[in-house]
């Protein structure tokens, strides 16, 4: 059965204190793993999609690595602002599926 | 613009009363879909749509039903809610695309429905 696990549930970091956020799948042919970031009362907000082991994203503070069991969301030097939630989801087999983790809840202090 | 539209934000109901909750997109998108956000269980895709008057259940369907007589409207219909369906509900719509393109991916969601059934 495919499934998407993400760890930490909760994150807190200090401005600038950089860490990386986890999600480790499980599924039968991988067609792309995508981080979205959700905002309290907001709906997921897309960031990257990576498609192969070895592949990185970058935007801004963030950058997202892919292994073939995992992928890793790094954040260097965060900002209150990129305190939300970060969804990791997956793309198995059809088109039209997306299989989403629990998230991981950050925050961030001044 | 570019954006989804969900109506309501919030509903309080019963169970049994049946209720729909309308999706909107304005982006010209073929592809549109209904999730549900439970705590600790992530967003579950329950129906989607590829294109007008198609569409196919996801992991999630049962009590749900959707109908995509337009392009741009994608209503999720609630016949007899139950309490087990009290969650956050989100439509999302993505533009048609190769695999693989840049484009191919980015699902554009909207800002959600709190649904409580009582």
């Known amino acids: 059965e495919d499934q998407v696990t993400q760890s930490p549930e909760a994150l807190r970091l200090q401005e600038g204190e950089s860490s990386s956020l986890n999600c480790s799948y499980t599924?039968?042919?991988?067609?792309?793993l995508f981080w979205y970031r959700q905002d309290p009362g907001k709906g997921p907000e897309f960031l990257f999609t990576?498609?192969?082991a070895g592949e990185e994203k970058e935007k801004e503070r963030l950058k997202a690595t892919l292994t073939k069991k995992e992928s890793f969301l790094h954040i260097t030097a965060p900002k209150p602002e990129d305190s939300a939630t970060y969804l990791c989801?997956?793309?198995?087999?059809?088109?039209?599926?997306?299989?989403f983790g629990a998230g991981t809840r950050l925050a961030v202090h001044p | 613009e570019a954006q989804v539209t969900q109506n309501p934000r919030y509903l309080i109901t019963v169970t049994g009363k049946k209720l729909t909750v309308t999706c909107s997109q304005n982006?010209?998108?073929?592809?549109m879909s209904w999730y549900r956000q439970d705590p600790g269980l992530g967003l579950r895709q329950i129906y989607y749509?590829?294109?007008?008057?198609?569409?196919d259940k996801g992991d999630v369907p049962e009590g749900y039903k959707v109908s995509r007589k337009e392009k741009r409207n994608f209503p999720l219909i609630l016949e007899s809610p139950s309490p087990n369906q009290t969650s956050l509900y989100f439509c999302?719509?993505?533009?048609?695309?190769?695999?693989?393109?840049?484009?191919?991916?980015?699902?554009?969601f909207g800002p959600g429905t709190r649904l409580t059934v009582l």
């Open positions: 999302a719509s993505k533009k048609p695309g190769l695999a693989g393109g840049s484009s191919y991916n980015e699902q554009f």
């Open positions: 599924v039968s042919g991988l067609r792309g």
């Open positions: 990576l498609y192969s």
């Open positions: 989801a997956v793309r198995s087999g059809g088109y039209n599926k997306l299989i």
């Open positions: 982006m010209n998108h073929e592809y």
């Open positions: 749509s590829m294109n007008v008057e198609v569409t």
